[in-house]
C-alpha cells in the first residue's frame, strides 16, 4: 500500500516560487495517476494537479499557467513546480492517487506571505 512523503514547503513572499516532492513508497507507484492536493485552514481539501502514468497532466483553474507537475516513475517521485505564487495559495500540500486514495502523508506546509 504507497504511502507518501511530500517535501519543499517553506515561507516565500507573494511572486516567489517553490518546488514540491512527494515520493511515495509501494511497486505500483508507476501505474496511477498521481495528484496535489492542498488544504487552506477552514476549507476542503481540493486537488490541484494530476498527471498520468504517461505525464499527461491536468489543472484546476486556479493553478493553471503557474503550476507544473510532473513525475519520475524511476524514483517513485512526483513533483510541483509552483511560481506566481499568491497568498491564496497558502495551505498544506499533500499526494495522493485520484483514482485508488491511499492513507494521507503529513503534507508540506506552504505559506505566502509578505
Known amino acids: 500500500q504507497a504511502q507518501f512523503v511530500e517535501s519543499g514547503g517553506g515561507l516565500v513572499q507573494p511572486g516567489g516560487s517553490l518546488t514540491l516532492s512527494c515520493t511515495a513508497s509501494?511497486?505500483?507507484?508507476?501505474?496511477?495517476?498521481m495528484g496535489w492536493y492542498r488544504q487552506a485552514p477552514g476549507k476542503q481539501r481540493e486537488l490541484v494537479a494530476s498527471?498520468?502514468?504517461?505525464?499527461?497532466?491536468n489543472y484546476a483553474d486556479s493553478v493553471k499557467g503557474r503550476f507544473t507537475i510532473s513525475r519520475d516513475n524511476a524514483k517513485n517521485t512526483a513533483y510541483l513546480q509552483m511560481s506566481s505564487l499568491r497568498p491564496e495559495d497558502t495551505a498544506v500540500y499533500f499526494c495522493?492517487?485520484?483514482?485508488?486514495?491511499?492513507?494521507w502523508g503529513q503534507g508540506t506546509q506552504v505559506t505566502v506571505s509578505s
Open positions: 495522493n492517487l485520484p483514482k485508488s486514495p491511499r492513507p
Open positions: 509501494g511497486n505500483s507507484f508507476r501505474v496511477f495517476i
Open positions: 498527471v498520468t502514468s504517461s505525464s499527461g497532466t
